[in-house]
């Protein structure tokens, strides 16, 4: 069972910046895997914010790039996001997502609160 602890959510004033970080348990950094970072705001569904794959290919949504990057330490089974330029509408539970394809099986942290307002 792989469990996915988040960690780094707080309250940041507009233009701030905050590191979201992912610990993963058991050996998913081992095998192939994507791992990535979704978020949900009051009201709104939950949506993609980042991905990156074993090979560190990455992917992002539209409204975040340029502004936030995705990491990955294998060694420390890790993932990270970086949050720069944060605005108001950057708003949102942050969801940690690990997906191993070759399994058709996608964990689930329990999210980290970040607001941001002044």
């Known amino acids: 069972q792989v469990q996915l602890a988040e960690s780094g959510g707080g309250l940041v004033q507009p233009g701030g910046s905050l590191r979201l970080s992912c610990a993963a348990s058991g050996s998913i950094f081992s095998i192939n895997n994507v791992m990535g970072w979704y978020r949900q705001a009051p009201g709104k569904e939950r949506e993609l914010v980042a991905v990156i794959t074993n090979a560190g290919i990455t992917t992002y949504a539209e409204s975040v790039k340029g502004r936030f990057t995705i990491s990955r330490d294998n060694a420390k089974n890790t993932v990270y996001l970086q949050m720069n330029s944060l605005k108001p509408e950057d708003t949102a539970v942050y969801y940690c997502?690990?997906?191993?394809?070759?399994?058709?099986?996608?964990?689930w942290g329990r999210g980290t609160q970040v607001t941001v307002s002044s």
């Open positions: 997502n690990a997906k191993i394809p070759e399994y058709d099986v996608t964990y």
